[in-house]
């Protein structure tokens, strides 16, 4: 592997637009990902919720467990690192679950709703 910093003026100019071609499009999926994270965390807040007020557990480990059956096998079938896929999503649903604790708190405190999308109070 060469591994030499060459300084950013010799770089031939094909390969210099190859770079800003594919982070044109790495922009474009992170944008993406960010916009779908968004709308997921828009679902989860209502149903952290639907939960508070039914006093239903934030958790609920047999569901993500069904998730990570088929995340991972989605990852498998799309060429993504399977561990990756469970990492990922193990790390979205840790934060998802602490905004339902936190819904399920003021619910029983009586504070005032969070505005949808807002995840902290002002
Ligand atoms: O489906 C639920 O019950 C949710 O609260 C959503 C969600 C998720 O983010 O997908 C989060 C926490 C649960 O442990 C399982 C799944």
Redesign the pocket.
């Known amino acids: 592997m060469t591994t030499s910093n060459t300084p950013p003026g010799d770089v031939d100019p094909a390969v210099r637009e190859e770079l800003a071609r594919l982070r044109d499009s790495i922009d474009n999926i992170d944008a993406a990902v960010v916009h779908m994270l968004a709308e ?1 965390f828009k ?2 807040q209502q ?2 919720h639907l ?1 508070a007020k039914h006093q ?1 557990p ?4 047999a ?2 467990a069904r ?1 990570i059956a088929r995340l991972r096998t989605l990852a498998e079938n799309a060429k993504l690192d399977p561990a990756f896929a469970e990492k990922f ?1 193990n790390f ?2 840790a934060e ?2 602490r905004h ?1 604790e936190s819904i399920a708190e003021d619910t029983i405190n009586g504070a005032a709703p969070t505005a949808p999308g807002q995840t902290t109070r002002m």
Do not use: S
Not at 58 to 61: N, Q, R, T, V
């Open positions: 997921r679902c989860t149903v952290g939960k239903l934030p958790a609920d480990p569901r993500e998730q999503l979205i649903i998802v679950i339902h």
